[in-house]
């Protein structure tokens, strides 16, 4: 894996790089749907309760995936 792509393991399976690159663009397009349009899930209080979950779990993720291990 190159350092380009987050080394991701699902099930003991650890995703290529073209798989990692994959789930990274999804997870980074979800986040840009729920900043974009934060009532995607619904204008009531559970789908803001939601998006805004997401978000923050999504913001998470993509915290871990663009920063760099100092070796």
């Known amino acids: ?3 380009d792509e987050p080394a991701i393991t ?3 399976i ?3 790089q073209a798989q ?3 789930v990274r663009v999804a997870l980074g ?3 840009m749907t729920l900043v ?3 009532v995607a899930l ?3 209080q559970l789908g ?3 998006a805004a979950g997401y978000r923050s779990r999504l913001s998470e993720i993509n915290a871990m995936i663009t920063s760099r291990k100092e070796d």
């Open 48 to 50: 803001r309760d939601l």
């Open 42 to 44: 619904g204008n009531d």
């Open 1 to 3: 894996m190159t350092p």
């Open 14 to 16: 650890r995703l290529n």
């Open 20 to 22: 990692a690159m994959t």
């Open 36 to 38: 974009d349009d934060p």
């Open 29 to 31: 397009a979800f986040l």
């Open 10 to 12: 699902i099930n003991g």
